[in-house]
Every structure is written in C-alpha cells, then in structure tokens.
C-alpha cells in the first residue's frame, strides 16, 4: 500500500469517446482503491464540450490552465497510452511532468501499433518509469494490480 507521500495521481487519457472514458474511470479506481488520489481531467476538471457560451480562447484558457496546475500538484502522472498514436493532450501534459521530475507511468493494451510494426515514440517512452502492457484489457488491469499490491508508484 502506498505511503500517505507522493500519492496524487494526474491521469493523462484519451477521453472523447464513451469507451475512453468508461476505460480511464475504471483504470482510475483501481489506483484510488490502492490509496491513490487521482485527478481525472474530464472528471474532475473542464470538458471543452461541456461547456456552453465560451469562447474558444477562454475554453483554451481555462482548460491548458486548470490541466497545467493540476499536473503541477501532481506527485505522478499516470498516461493511459492507447490509440492509434498516444493522446496529444496527454502527450504535453506528459512532458510537463517530466519536466518537473514527477514520476511518470504508462499503460497500454491497444495492438494498432504493433499491428503495423510501429512501438511508441522514444519521447513517450523515455520519460516513463514503467509501461504496464498488455493487448488484453482485463490481464492489462491485473498486472497493475499485481504490482501495487508489492510495489509504490
């Protein structure tokens, strides 16, 4: 189990479509069910298609800023990397954190790079810690579970 220390999680996801979202909530409480507190951007910050009567630079505005500070405050950064290429957001948000020496983790279970020969980008991967992977969801969610249950993030 995770110390009371360095346990605020900013998970990075995909989050615009019903899947992505139902996915990253379930990944999300598997972390907080371990002793995480994670920040779920489209859960517990701004949606742009949420939000009627703005702008779009004050959508862009109070998104980046919100996301920014959330990152900041942020112990970790957890990147749900699946898609055909990882999520541009989640990819910024990822060099912020690793910029700031937080301790940087990914997972993935889509095929479609591998599919065509292809791994993750060496920016992506060369700041993470770790890289849970595998291409079945549910074994995906197990070996993380597995190594909570021995290890920190």
Avoid: W
Avoid at 83 to 92: H, I, L, S
Wanted: aromatic content about 12%; charged content about 25%.
């Amino acid at each position: 189990m995770p110390s009371s220390q360095g346990k605020r999680i900013y998970f990075a996801c995909p989050m615009f479509a019903a899947m992505e979202k139902e996915y990253g909530l379930k990944l999300a409480s598997v972390l907080q069910r371990h002793g995480y507190d994670v920040f779920v951007p489209f859960r517990d910050g701004y949606e742009a298609a949420q939000l009627e009567g703005k702008t779009e630079e004050e959508l862009v505005a109070m998104i980046f800023a919100k996301d920014y500070e959330e990152v900041q405050k942020a112990d970790i950064l957890f990147f749900l990397l699946d898609g055909r290429a990882p999520d541009e957001g989640g990819a910024v948000e990822l060099g912020f954190a690793y910029a700031m020496g937080k301790r940087c983790y990914g997972f993935k279970t889509d095929t479609r790079t591998v599919e065509m020969s292809l791994d993750l980008n060496p920016m992506i991967t060369g700041c993470m810690k770790h890289i849970f992977k595998d291409f079945d969801g549910d074994l995906a969610i197990a070996q993380l579970e597995a190594y909570l249950e021995q290890h920190t993030l």
